[in-house]
Structures are given as structure tokens and as C-alpha cells.
């Protein structure tokens, strides 16, 4: 029997040939870990349905970011979860907010740390969702403010990096107008760009709790059929100054990633959402999968697909598995 020249096995014979020809590499330095910040101190009160994840405060904020940085991990993303909720979100940009005083914790912890904070509403509404309400709608220009508000009370704080999650029409050019004309041009922001109305959030809004009084977001996060409004959102949130463009969740929309890729000469972040981390947790405690390779192989993907920045609550039991 004849063979022919080429044969695909002949580099895949060792673990230093497959290294020697690897196309994509997963690194520290392409994971956020994201961590929910709440009121007291010495609390560490796991979330039941994101094995691993604990809601922290500020002096407990500061020890993640020590052992975050430590492990060579690059950055994390901060959500709040005030004690008090009213209609207008106005934990949101006090000076004094949960989220701000974590800034200032874990800035003051390890200061190389690049600290991000998630810009929107629902964690600190008493109706949940991203924005204020005209009656039962979601108004989108009252909205703007809030939000611009919001990121600047983050600035302010010392963050380095902002983030709007809100899907709300024109937020980007409201907080960068707001940022550069409060002294704070040189913040990046990170549009979450491509956010999608999805059943992947379930663990995210018992940890944050943000479910929606009543209704649901599709009315302004993006129906998941869509590609193509995907791409003109990233290239709507770009012209109004987004630095970074995010699409989330990452798994069901690499499609959307890859093509992100293609099209978009700046950097694109992917969030490993909340329940993408939790199916793979499940089934890792039933021993169905193996965790940590299974939780590799699904990062690899979204780095395959494109992403620069995953944002990922397995970040800090990855990063201790990777190579130095």
C-alpha cells in the first residue's frame, strides 16, 4: 500500500513538535478576571451558581488584586452591588460607591494592575434594568447622563479603563465627551459593543443582583440572530471613540468575533460569561468533562476566533496552569 509525501501526523508525534508549530497560543496576558464588589469588609460570600466566585469587599477586592497580579494576570473588571437601590441608579457615581472605594482598594494593592470598571445601571436600579424608565420603557437620551456620570465618577476613582455594558444609543460619545472634558482623555473605554440578549446570564444577575423587576432587555441588548446589526454596532460605538470593542457572550457569537476580526483594525475583547462558566463547572463537579482542560480548550477558542482580551471568571485557575 502507497502513502503519499504529505502526512499530517509527522508534527503532531510529540508534545515539543505540536509546541513548535502551535497557531494560537493562550496567555496570561489575554485574561480579565471580573470580580463583584459589595458593601462591608471581610466578606467573601461565594455565588452559589459560579463555583469558585465570591462577591468581595473592598479589603477583600484588595486581596484578589495582589494575588491577580502576582499570578501575572494583566487586569480585572469590577461590578458593584450597592447596599441601597433606588430608580435612578444613584449608587452608581457616588464618589463613595462600592465600586469606586474597590477602585481605590485595588489600585492601592497593586497599582500595575490595570483596573477596569463595567459602566451601567441595572446593579444599582431598583428596577434592574440598564437605564432610567419612561413608564414601563427604557428611555435611551435620559439615559446618556446617568451613564457618562457613572464613568466618570470610575475615572475619578482611579480607574484606568471603562467599560458601558448598558446598550444604550450614543453612550460611548456621551462618557468620552465626558471624560475629556473632565481632565481624562487618556482613559481608554471598552464598548461592550456586540451584547446580545442572551440566556447565558443567569449566575451573572444572582451575583450582581440585576434581574429585571419585570420585562426583559431585549429592547435594547441585540436580538441573537443578528451579525450584521452586530458589526454595525461595533462600527457605531468605534466612530464615537471606543478604544476597545467587545462582543458578549463569547461561545454562541465566535462567528461574530471572527468576522470582528476581519473587519476592525483595533483590539476585540470577549466576555466568557457567566453561565459558559458555570456549564462547564457542573459538569466538571459531575465529572462528566475534565475542568481545566475543558476550560482551556473553550479559552483557546475564543482566542482562535480572534479575541484579544477575554474577560473570564477561570482566569486565575488557568493563568496558574499556563506556562511561564
Known amino acids: 500500500m502507497s502513502f503519499p509525501i504529505v502526512r499530517m501526523r509527522r508534527l503532531r508525534r510529540s508534545e515539543p513538535l505540536r509546541r513548535l508549530v502551535r497557531e494560537t497560543h493562550l496567555r496570561r496576558d489575554d485574561l480579565v478576571l471580573p470580580l463583584f464588589a459589595v458593601e462591608g469588609r471581610g466578606v467573601r460570600e461565594p455565588v452559589a451558581s459560579m463555583p469558585g466566585v465570591c462577591r468581595l469587599s473592598a479589603d477583600q477586592i484588595a486581596e484578589e488584586a495582589k494575588a491577580v497580579a502576582d499570578l501575572g494576570i494583566p487586569a480585572v473588571i469590577l461590578f458593584g452591588i450597592p447596599a441601597a437601590k433606588d430608580a435612578r441608579g444613584s449608587g452608581a457615581d457616588d464618589p463613595d460607591g462600592v465600586v469606586q472605594r474597590a477602585v481605590a482598594a485595588a489600585k492601592r494593592a497593586a497599582p500595575e494592575l490595570v483596573v477596569m470598571t463595567d459602566v451601567c445601571l441595572c446593579e444599582y436600579t431598583d428596577h434592574g434594568h440598564c437605564g432610567l424608565l419612561d413608564g414601563d420603557e427604557v428611555a435611551n437620551d435620559p439615559s446618556l447622563a446617568r451613564l457618562a456620570a457613572t464613568a466618570l465618577s470610575h475615572a475619578r476613582a482611579g480607574a484606568d479603563v471603562v467599560a458601558p455594558s448598558d446598550m444604550m444609543d450614543g453612550r460611548v460619545a456621551a462618557i468620552r465627551a465626558a471624560l475629556d472634558g473632565a481632565g481624562f482623555a487618556s482613559v481608554p473605554i471598552v464598548a461592550y459593543a456586540a451584547k446580545f440578549a442572551s440566556a447565558f446570564y443567569g449566575p451573572f444577575r444572582e451575583a450582581a443582583e440585576s434581574t429585571p423587576a419585570f420585562g426583559d432587555r431585549r ?87 480572534g479575541a484579544d482580551l477575554i474577560l473570564t471568571y477561570a482566569a486565575k485557575d488557568v493563568a496558574a496552569r499556563l506556562p511561564a
Open 219 to 305: 429592547g435594547y441588548q441585540m436580538d441573537p440572530p443578528n451579525q450584521r446589526e452586530a458589526l454595525r454596532e461595533m462600527a457605531l460605538d468605534l466612530a464615537e471613540g471606543a478604544d476597545v470593542l467587545m462582543v458578549k457572550p463569547a461561545l454562541p457569537y465566535l462567528d461574530v468575533l471572527a468576522e470582528a476580526k476581519r473587519r476592525f483594525d483595533v483590539p476585540l475583547a470577549a466576555y466568557h460569561v457567566s453561565g459558559e462558566y458555570a456549564m462547564l463547572m457542573a459538569a466538571a463537579e459531575r465529572g462528566w468533562i475534565d475542568g481545566p482542560r475543558a476550560m482551556a480548550e473553550t479559552l483557546l477558542s475564543i482566542k482562535r476566533a
